[in-house]
């Protein structure tokens, strides 16, 4: 298995007896992935022992044999988790393991490759790496989650303006607007976990793409290493990647939604709104002027967003002009993958310290929310006395450019301005103008009123605790 390089330096490649001499430094330098796939190691030394096991079962190798391999591979496990670290001759993470295993236990170690291919074990090592990440992953959005609840059930009694196209519209609750945050990040939850289960796929004893030639019991491999289901095809199985697109999908679209949450309150602790304060903990100042307070957690989430959808579009660029079967482009699947991973793992955690330490000005909040955004609630008066929608649209169109024009609120018009807009207005109209009263109208499930609300938060808290 092992051979000695013309320097000297001892080499364990899986390959090259077809060779008359080793490959050129400069392909070597482009083909070595250790520095990326080496992360892999705790789950290459799990699938070797059960595939130690696996061939131990079909009669390939002696019980002795398999005891040694699996004894040796715990105590490579041991060497590398205590700082053993790639050498020079090491390709990738398998042959560091090979390496480290031959040292260990010798030359049965050479026996452990029987039946298997790179190709199948690198395919195995990458889908159990991806479902512990986003395990992972999914730990700390609900983290976030959380941190999203408490925020929500302090603002469940304030107001503030809700925007279309960035102007006030309608006024809602503040727990809504928070919420309004809490299912997107819901649905990330949902994808991240159809992604872990597309990769709960077995792809061992696929070889390299024709299968494994001994009969080993890959139902029992997949059973010892936590799979759901095995693969069908082993040509499909070893050049498989969808199941990291759909990771790296699944993170973009979180991305977004980090982004979108990071603008609100980034917009949301500008001097021009004041709805929010950040906590000191997570802000920065600036070099130059002593009175900044800098949200940069929140703007690296709001940029971080690219970088995710970047790792998407270049996986899908990779996979698309593949032929059927392992290539070598595959080698770089990793590279996005981590790269997604790695910034949304360091991402989150300041996302979520931000969210929990800023602090609202529930008073600039209710400030902002001005008569004109019950302009609906106006219409929808008109609407319960028979008058059709487009008719009411129209009368308090015209309220709104009288206030305008007075530079008042809607609320300081004389009724003779709201009877001259339409006879049916009465009296009570005035009650309409009420920020409460729009609220109040509003207690279907999925709406803003208080009671709605409630329910919402009862129904976020279920979530979380399901």
């Not at 030394?45 to 696996?54: E, M, Q, R």
């Not at 298997?116 to 090592?125: F, I």
């Not at 971080?304 to 593949?322: C, Y």
Request: proline share 4%.
């Amino acid at each position: 298995m092992s051979d000695t390089k013309s320097g000297g330096t001892k080499s364990h490649k899986l390959w090259g007896g077809r060779f008359a001499g080793g490959p050129a430094p400069e392909l070597e330098a482009v083909n070595r992935s250790v520095d990326v796939d080496f992360r892999l190691w705790p789950f290459d030394v799990a699938l070797s022992k059960a595939w130690a096991s696996a061939l131990g079962a079909a009669g390939v190798l002696a019980d002795d044999e398999v005891n040694e391999m699996v004894r040796g591979l715990e105590e490579v496990g041991r060497r590398i988790a205590a700082g053993a670290r790639p050498e020079a001759g090491d390709e990738d993470v398998h042959t560091i393991i090979d390496r480290l295993l031959h040292d260990v236990v010798g030359g049965v170690a050479s026996r452990l490759h029987t039946g298997r291919s790179r190709n199948d074990q690198v395919a195995t090592a990458t889908r159990l790496w991806t479902i512990d990440a986003c395990t992972k992953l999914d730990a700390m959005l609900a983290d976030l989650q959380q941190t999203m609840i408490v925020q929500a059930e302090s603002l469940e009694r304030d107001i503030m303006p809700a925007y279309t196209h960035l102007q006030r519209a309608q006024p809602v609750s503040g727990a809504h607007w928070m919420l309004s945050h809490f299912w997107p990040i819901a649905r990330d939850r949902q994808r991240l976990s159809a992604a872990a289960t597309a990769a709960s796929v077995l792809p061992l004893g696929s070889g390299a793409i024709a299968g494994s030639a001994f009969p080993v019991d890959r139902r029992a491999i997949k059973d010892a290493l936590g799979f759901q289901a095995i693969s069908h095809n082993s040509i499909d199985a070893v050049g498989d990647r969808d199941f990291i697109a759909e990771t790296l999908f699944a993170l973009a679209v979180l991305g977004a939604h980090l982004s979108r949450l990071a603008e609100d309150l980034i917009l949301f602790g500008s001097s021009e709104f004041a709805f929010v304060r950040f906590g000191d903990a997570y802000s920065t100042g600036s070099s130059m002027m002593p009175q900044k307070r800098n949200p940069d957690a929140l703007e690296l989430a709001r940029g971080s967003g690219a970088r995710m959808l970047g790792d998407l579009v270049a996986l899908l660029g990779t996979l698309k002009g593949l032929p059927s079967g392992y290539n070598k482009d595959l080698q770089e699947d990793k590279r996005s993958l981590f790269d997604a991973v790695d910034g949304t793992s360091l991402l989150l955690p300041a996302v979520t310290g931000s969210l929990a330490t800023l602090s609202f000005n529930r008073d600039r909040m209710k400030a902002a929310v001005t008569s004109s955004m019950m302009a609906t609630d106006l219409a929808d008066y008109l609407v319960r006395k028979r008058v059709t929608f487009r008719e009411a649209h129209g009368a308090v169109g015209q309220l709104v450019r009288e206030a305008e024009e007075k530079g008042v609120e809607m609320t300081a018009l004389p009724f003779a301005s709201f009877k001259s807009a339409n006879a049916a207005f009465e009296p009570d109209v005035m009650d309409e103008l009420s920020p409460n009263t729009s609220l109040g109208h509003r207690n279907l499930d999925g709406g803003t009123g208080p009671e709605a609300v409630r329910r919402q938060i009862a129904a976020a808290k279920a979530l979380i605790q399901d």
